[in-house]
């Protein structure tokens, strides 16, 4: 795995930075149980990464590790510093940062950040004990118009919250209330599975990143992270949990990652579990509703042909 950082860190014509950020991501996200060389030589590599790519890249990056149950703690602390917008899903959500962690965030960022820990699933009672008294203490310094609107911001909030209560009141009068939770993981229908093998066929990576978004139910960011796994890894899951037989994966494989050779496919197909798999990818469907959840694809057409006419222009781009 060191050799492997180490080959995506050198520069390679037609490889932007943002694609080696994450291509270095998925990596590192793949590795079940990695060792303290792996660690180190991954927080060395991010950082610089993270610096030379897009803003939009970062965010994919940060939203990817917070799902990693791993990540060393120089990583944890750099991402933990950024911008709220960026480092707000990973404070949140990663089971990876340690107390030592969060408290350095709380000492070197403001009250955005603050939040974002305090919406942690769970948190120590140092954690807590920091929380309260940062709170407390920008309090202290308020001025009495801030703390007047402060008072008024908090009014508007119960108004809303009770109007609020009273729309869902006569939700559940009008009838039951809908199942929200996400339809399960369905095989791909046989269109989706012959435009997963025409596309890879082509070498349209694109319209296949579109594809297999629509197969999946979930965002084209899901898909695009997918396919950046230079390992294959994640592609052979995903399309094993969707359902092809073994020997359209294997040429699927083989066309959209030319170092992989049809056997080096075969072998890496052959030794998944379906189940696994179905699981595996079920986690990344939840993950990325829970981090896109405003950008999921159309629904499918009354054919059954799927819903990819609206992004065919960004995925063209």
Known sequence: MADRFRELERP???RPKDIVLMATVSSFESLRFPSRADLGQFAELFEPLYAASTEDARRQAVAALSRCPQVPERT???????????????LTVSRAVSDRTLLAVLDATGPEHARAIA???????????????RHQDHASRQTGAEREDVRQDAERT?????????L???????????????APLAPASELHRALLVRFARAGETGMLAVALADALGASQWLSERILLDLSGQQLAETLLALGLDRADSRFVLSKVYPHMTAGAAGALVAALDPESAVERVRSWQRADRYTNGGDLPEAANGDGAPATDA?????AG
């Not at 510093?81 to 480092?87: F, K, M, S």
């Not at 119960?158 to 009273?166: F, G, H, S």
């Not at 869902?168 to 996400?182: E, N, Q, S, Y």
């Open 12 to 14: 390679q014509s037609g």
């Open 76 to 90: 944890a602390l750099f991402i933990g510093t950024q911008p709220v917008g960026i480092a707000a899903i990973f």
């Open 119 to 133: 919406g942690r699933e769970a948190l120590s009672p140092a954690v807590v004990e920091a929380l309260v008294g």
């Open 158 to 166: 119960a108004r809303e919250e009770a109007v609020r209560d009273e």
């Open 168 to 182: 869902r009141a006569l939700v559940r009068a009008m009838g039951p209330v809908r199942d929200a939770a996400p």
């Open 311 to 315: 992004r065919r222009g960004r995925a």
